[in-house]
């Protein structure tokens, strides 16, 4: 839902609803971790189908850490892809040996 969305509002409640789950119980540590691991796992699939999913699953990720929804270790285990860079960026479309 958060990947295919516009804006941040459905980021921040899905963070809400993730928050509520886990203290209320009915999400533990460990299902936390696999959920996310899941999306982890497929993101290089799910950006077939939204070609920005990196970007936003990073957004999420920093604000469900910063709100002390996942762990330090799940935040650090997402998946970065750093920015393309062009061939106006320095190397002139040269290969280099």
């Keep these: 839902m958060v990947l295919e969305s516009n804006g941040d509002t459905a980021s921040h409640m899905m963070m809400k609803l993730l928050q509520s789950f886990w203290k209320t119980g009915l999400i533990t540590v460990d299902q936390m971790n696999r959920g996310f691991q899941r999306v982890y796992d497929e993101l290089h699939e799910i950006c077939l189908d939204v070609p920005h ?10 604000l469900c850490y910063q709100e002390s929804v996942i762990t330090k ?10 920015r393309k860079r062009f061939v106006s960026e320095g190397d002139g479309g040269l290969i280099k040996n």
């Design 53 to 62: 999913a990196h970007p936003i699953m990073e957004a999420f990720v920093d």
């Design 73 to 82: 270790q799940l935040r650090d285990a997402c998946p970065f892809r750093g």
